[in-house]
């Protein structure tokens, strides 16, 4: 497997990652309440805090992510362009995702914004280099 299609693993597994995260913080699955809430219908959750509500708005900014981004990587693997560019582009988006997630929990306004553009960048990287 190449090193391209090794991130879109760990990629995939750090989305699944994302939805549990943020679900277990904004269900609160520590308690009983939020335990009952998970494993019923959801019609009765508690208001989001400040940090569950980034949480969850984490979890979906990186599920909005992985498709475009195993989209491009997928593709340029499978056209055969699936080099170092490609390698590097796919690093940078999964190292930034990687960072996204605690960045965005503490609510660190600025350098969210820019750790996601430097996902998107990985993501150009890969776009550029299947030309």
């Not at 900014?61 to 491009?72: C, G, H, K, R, V």
């Not at 997630?101 to 996601?116: D, K, M, N, Q, S």
Request: hydrophobic share 55%; proline share 5%.
């Amino acid at each position: 497997m190449t090193a391209t299609l090794y991130y879109v693993v760990y990629a995939a597994g750090l989305t699944l990652l994302s939805l549990f995260m943020g679900s277990l913080i904004r269900n609160r699955l520590w308690t009983p309440q939020g335990m009952h809430g998970a494993v019923g219908n959801r019609d009765k959750l508690p208001p989001p805090t400040a940090i569950s509500g980034r949480a969850d708005r984490a979890a979906m900014t990186t599920l909005e992510n992985f498709p475009i981004f195993a989209a491009l990587a997928l593709t340029a693997h499978v056209a055969g362009v699936d080099g170092e560019q490609v390698a590097r582009g796919a690093a940078i988006f999964f190292w930034a995702r990687v960072a996204y997630f605690p960045i965005y929990l503490a609510g660190i306004e600025v350098l969210r914004t820019v750790v996601w553009a430097v996902s998107v960048a990985g993501m150009v990287m890969i776009m550029l280099a299947s030309h």
